[in-house]
């Protein structure tokens, strides 16, 4: 009998290729959402600590050109924060998107999977079963040679 062969070999590959792809890509945007994220949290801190500064300072005798300044500094930080907050918002879009993409390529090499498998199974029985039958005509003919030998 000839070896197993696989008609959607190609497809199949191609399809594990592809979802090798996109786990790559689901890595890197993973990596830039965090990085995003992280610097996010650096700027929050840094806001923070701009806040922290304003209330430290109630009460003393400050000059109003430093008070300004610091409600200046407060100000330009949450707008920073504020887009900072947006790209966050975009890398984590991106990542579902890409992990979307993951699963569906995933569903579609898991069920070229399956399809395989069950070709491959079909392939082992039908190999089986002819072995078996010429196992089988051998035994047949041996008893007959024998039988027909003896008489």
Known sequence: MTRFKFRLQTPYDLASWREKMAKQDVKEKQMVYDREEECLNEK???MKSLIDKERSLQGKNVSIGNM???KELQNLSKAVVQMQ??????A???LEESRHELKEISKEKKSMEKLRERRYARYLYEWRWQEQSAIDEAAVTGFWRKHNGST
């Open 44 to 46: 929050l801190a840094g």
């Open 85 to 90: 907050t947006e790209v966050v918002k975009k």
């Open 92 to 94: 984590w879009t991106e």
């Open 68 to 70: 300004v300044m610091l």
